[in-house]
C-alpha cells in the first residue's frame, strides 16, 4: 500500500490520499489522470488492471484502487 500511496502522490500531491474517498465524484481525479494511474501501476506492480475495471467506485479512493489491484494479483 505504500508503495500505492507514492504513486498517487506523485500523480497529485496536492490530494490527502489517505482521508478522501471520493476522488472520482469529487472530480478530484479527471479521466486523464486515471489512464496514468493505470499505466503507472501497471509499470510498477506488473499487473493488468481489465477495461471492465476502470469504473469509478474501483478509483474514488486509495483503498478501493488497493482492493482493486488485491483483487487482480489473486486471479492472476
Do not use: C, Y
Not at 21 to 48: H, P, Y
Request: hydrophobic share 45%; net charge negative; glycine share 6%.
Amino acid at each position: 500500500m505504500e508503495e500505492l500511496m507514492e504513486l498517487l502522490s506523485a500523480l497529485k500531491p496536492e490530494i490527502d490520499f489517505e482521508t478522501e474517498k471520493e476522488l472520482i465524484d469529487d472530480g478530484l481525479l479527471e479521466s486523464f489522470d486515471v489512464i496514468t494511474l493505470i499505466a503507472e501501476i501497471e509499470d510498477q506492480f506488473g499487473i493488468e488492471i481489465p477495461a471492465e475495471e476502470i469504473v469509478p467506485e474501483n478509483f474514488n479512493s486509495a483503498e478501493g484502487i488497493w482492493n482493486l489491484m488485491e483483487r487482480i494479483k489473486g486471479e492472476e
